[in-house]
């Protein structure tokens, strides 16, 4: 049985996190609150967040 081919997870940068944050948030924003963001961790000083994570995020602080 072969599994089906699931694409990895998508990585963000900061300033795809401001775009889909909207309202005025500008990647620098995002940079200095990393650490309330869902970021992911990489090699070197890649700066990533989970596409995933964050619109979970989004979802509970519109909804929640």
Do not use: N
Not at 32 to 53: E, N, Y
Request: charged fraction near 35%; hydrophobic fraction near 30%; avoid cysteine.
């Amino acid at each position: 049985d072969k599994m089906p081919d699931v694409p990895p997870p998508e990585k963000l940068t900061a300033e795809e996190v401001a775009e889909r944050l909207g309202g005025g948030t500008t990647s620098r924003w995002v940079r200095d609150h990393q650490d309330t963001l869902p970021r992911v961790a990489l090699p070197g000083r890649k700066l990533r967040f989970s596409a995933k994570r964050l619109e979970t995020m989004i979802r509970k602080r519109s909804y929640g």
